[in-house]
Every structure is written in structure tokens, then in C-alpha cells.
């Protein structure tokens, strides 16, 4: 990378940080217990609006896989989710009033809290829906992960998303609160992906899957991204540039080999595929405040009025991370 690229880089982030600060105005607390983090906790960060049903099993889910503190950004739930947030005693909660498409779809108000509190811990970004699998984790805590990533001196890991689907139409399975949603979207494509390296930035571009096969048939390429980098090493000069899709320095990206061999990735896995999905697109095209004016939600809508549904005869059922890793869709790298 050249000394223009480089200069132009440090700019974006400089600018990206400012524009976190500036957009922390918008957040306000609702129940701060921040002063209970101690040193080498393990941080997770989300920004979600009207999950209530979801969150139970969320709790469940990333408690039992070690999550000490939970920092939360609700952006005007009315179906009871803050209220839920704010009775958890590992977690804090913040209320942010502005418009989650101006905050660079939340992205703007993690940057400003994981700035202030995950500096020095690993943190991990995830919305409601994603689930973060890897290596062992059936049998280790996410610590026994992110100390093996300090003892190799790697700061951030990768994790793809990994569409789940029922077979059959959505509406067909009812998913209940506390319950486990990979009981009813079972189903994931185990190829049908492309990745492209961005020249800039130096991360991985991945699109494909169930999305790109029924929602973006006629155009792939506006398919969703499905690579992340949701767990991080932070540094309160880090900030992530489009969701978890890309962050700088630039050098977090590079989570990959590129002169043979393999680092260790996981998965998230992705809850979005239930018969929640028609309520909430009806919603979210309503209010306006997603990508590309809500493009994916049209798609969405469009494809669960026709009753489509994802399940093909090429669709495979989810077992286990081992699974996954013979695919070739994650890797244990050297950790074992």
C-alpha cells in the first residue's frame, strides 16, 4: 500500500471517530453498569430495536458461552426490550433517539462505546439474530478462544454468516420465545459462495448463499455481504467502517492466509429466517432506515407474499462446528 493510500486511510478513521463522538450525543443511558467490567472481561456489543422474542435464548446463548458483560443500544423498542435490557444485571443499556440510517445503521454509536469501554478487551459485535460459532466451542469458553488470539498475537477473528433456514415456508414453524432457533432453521447452503478481496481495505468480500439464490437471483451482486470481523482485540483508535464488514487499521482485516495454510474463523450462525421475518420487513420498509432504502427488506417481502421458501434439495442439515470445518466454510487454523 502506498504512502496516498495509507494517509487516506488514517483520514477515514480520524473522520470515523469524530463522527462517533459527535453521534454519542444521541445515546442516553438507561441502565449503566459499566463500572462492573473488570479487566479481561469479554464484551459484547449490539444495537437492536423490538427483539423481545429473540432475546431470551440471546441471553442464554452467549451467558453459557462466556460473555461477562453485555452493552446494549436500543433504538426506540416498544414491544418491552428495553425494559427486558435493563432488568439484566450483565448488562448496560443505552437509548439512542436518532435515526439508526444516520448513525451509519448503529455502526456510529458502537464506535463511540466500544472507544469509551472495550478498550483493552476483546469485544465481540453481533446483532440479535447472529450466533457466533468456532472452533471447539462445544466444549471451551469463548476465553479459551480469545486467549489462545492473544497468545498468537492475533487481534481480530473472522466469522461468516451463515443463513439458517426451515424447510418449508416460514410461517409454517412458529418460533417461541427462550427457544432455540436453529430447532426450526436447520437448514444452511453449504456452497454457492464468491469472495473478492478489496484492493483498499484489504478484506474479504463474500456474497452467495440462500440471499443471493432466491432473494437476489436477477442480481447477485447487490446480494448482502455476509463476511464480518465481529471479534476484536479493541483499541480506542479502532473503528469499524460498514457494520462488521470492514474496520480499520487495515490490518484487522487481513484475517486469512495468503501464503498457504489457514487462520482460525468461525461462523454466525443467522436466525433473521423465521415466521418473525414478514412482521418485521413490513416494519422496517415502513420506517425507512436500512441500506439502499430498504432494498433487502423489499426482496423480502416481495419473495415471503409469493410463499417461496429457501429449503432446496441441495440444503444441508446443521449438526455441529466439525461439520462446518469439513465443508471448508471455517477452520481451527493451528489451534488445537
Given amino acids: 500500500m502506498g504512502l496516498a493510500e495509507s494517509y487516506r486511510l488514517r483520514l477515514i478513521r480520524k473522520r470515523l471517530r469524530l463522527r462517533a463522538l459527535r453521534k454519542s450525543r444521541e445515546l442516553h443511558p438507561v441502565q449503566n453498569r459499566t463500572k462492573s467490567i473488570t479487566p479481561g472481561a469479554q464484551l459484547l456489543f449490539c444495537t437492536l430495536r423490538d427483539e423481545l422474542v429473540r432475546l431470551p435464548y440471546f441471553y442464554e446463548y452467549y451467558r453459557n458461552l462466556g460473555v461477562d458483560h453485555f452493552l446494549m443500544v436500543d433504538n ?18 443505552w437509548h439512542a433517539k436518532g ?6 445503521f448503529g455502526v456510529d454509536w458502537l464506535n463511540f462505546l466500544q472507544r469509551k ?9 453481533v446483532d440479535p439474530d447472529e450466533f457466533l460459532v468456532f472452533p471447539y466451542c462445544d466444549s471451551r469458553p469463548l476465553s479459551a ?6 497468545t498468537s498475537e492475533i487481534r481480530s477473528f473472522s466469522a461468516m454468516l451463515l443463513d439458517m433456514y426451515p424447510k418449508g415456508a416460514l410461517e ?13 432453521a436447520k ?9 473478492e478481496k478489496n484492493p483498499l481495505y484489504g478484506n474479504l468480500w463474500i456474497q452467495g448463499g ?7 437471483a436477477d442480481a447477485p451482486k447487490q446480494a448482502p455481504a455476509l463476511n464480518k470481523v465481529p471479534l476484536v482485540k479493541w483499541n ?3 473503528v469499524y467502517v460498514s457494520s462488521t464488514h470492514l474496520i480499520l487499521p487495515r490490518g484487522l482485516n487481513r484475517v486469512y492466509e495468503s501464503a498457504g495454510g489457514e487462520k482460525p474463523s468461525g461462523m454466525l450462525l443467522h436466525a433473521k429466517f423465521l415466521n418473525t421475518l414478514s412482521d418485521k420487513a413490513n416494519e422496517e420498509l415502513r420506517r425507512n432506515q436500512h441500506y439502499a432504502h430498504g432494498r433487502e427488506y423489499q426482496r423480502y417481502n416481495k419473495k415471503l407474499n409469493s410463499k417461496e421458501h429457501l429449503w432446496c434439495s441441495w440444503s444441508e442439515e446443521y449438526i455441529n462446528w466439525r461439520q462446518l470445518e469439513v465443508l471448508g466454510l471455517m477452520s481451527k487454523g493451528s489451534w488445537a
Avoid: M
Fill in 76 to 93: 426506540g423498542s416498544q414491544d418491552g426490550t428495553r425494559e427486558f435490557l435493563a432488568d439484566q444485571p450483565d448488562t448496560s443499556v
Fill in 99 to 104: 435515526l439508526y440510517r444516520k448513525a451509519r
Fill in 117 to 125: 469501554y472495550a478498550h483493552g478487551h476483546w469485544s465481540l459485535v
Fill in 145 to 150: 478462544l480469545t486467549d489462545w488470539l492473544d
Fill in 172 to 184: 409454517k414453524f412458529q418460533y417461541k420465545s427462550g427457544q432455540n432457533p436453529f430447532e426450526v
Fill in 187 to 195: 437448514w444452511f447452503d453449504s456452497g454457492n459462495y464468491t469472495i
Fill in 210 to 216: 440462500p440471499r443471493a439464490r432466491v432473494y437476489f
Fill in 236 to 238: 480506542k483508535s479502532y
